[in-house]
């Protein structure tokens, strides 16, 4: 089993379509299954981090019990609210140090910390969204480009795509019309945010 935890379900769905298309042998073998609890780490330090972490692993642990699984990953995800710059790699160092330390007994962890937000890592795949809804169109200055230097992504989304206008609800089927497509194996721009979780699940 790998369990995903994150703000909420279309962010979960969203990785989840990723966790497929990099490790479709993972996938093949292994169920994805959601816990409920959003995850509020990015703005925690010391003690405080280090007990929002233990309530993630231990619903996680509690899920595979549940479940009667092996508990074969665990990938947790937190909008940043922010670019890709020097916060965004203290954030993350400090986040994937305190995962590796609760987590020894799993087999891999990831970390999703998406900068700006998960709707940046989809702006990465512009050839997606008129497979959602035909009339959408992602404008050539938001296509190419590092998205992890786009603020509220989401928000162009909403204003740039046409009509019916984006909603937080379309992200997961944007990103599952990537999969289908073979739209994920060869983003078009960079997100240095993306390329780090990418990685981490190429390790696994």
């Known amino acids: 089993m790998i369990v995903l935890a994150g703000e909420d379900q279309n962010d979960c769905d969203i990785m989840a379509a990723l966790i497929r298309a990099h490790r479709p042998d993972l996938c093949a073998a292994a169920k994805l299954v959601r816990i409920n609890d959003p995850v509020r780490l990015r703005k925690k330090s ?8 233990k309530a993630l692993v231990g619903k996680a642990r509690a ?3 549940q479940q009667k699984a092996q508990l074969l990953g665990f990938v947790v995800h937190e909008d940043l609210d922010g670019f890709t710059d020097p916060h965004y790699s203290k954030v993350r160092a400090a986040v994937s140090a305190e995962l590796d330390r609760q987590c020894t007994s799993f087999h891999h962890t990831a970390l999703a910390l998406a900068a700006w937000e998960s709707e940046g890592w989809l ?13 959408w169109k992602v404008p050539s200055r938001l296509r190419g480009r590092d998205m992890g230097r786009v603020k509220e992504p989401k ?3 909403k204003g740039q795509l046409g009509s ?7 992200g997961p089927l944007v990103a599952r019309a990537a999969l289908e497509h073979g739209l994920i194996r060869a983003p078009e721009g ?6 780090d979780f990418v ?3 190429r390790n696994w």
């Open 199 to 201: 990685e981490e699940l």
């Open 155 to 157: 928000e162009e989304l």
């Open 63 to 65: 899920k595979a019990l």
């Open 123 to 135: 702006l990465l795949f512009p050839d997606a969204f008129p497979h959602v809804r035909p009339r």
């Open 46 to 53: 010391g003690a405080d981090l280090s007990a929002a972490v």
């Open 190 to 195: 960079e997100n240095d945010s993306y390329m």
């Open 164 to 170: 019916p206008r984006f909603r937080e609800s379309d």
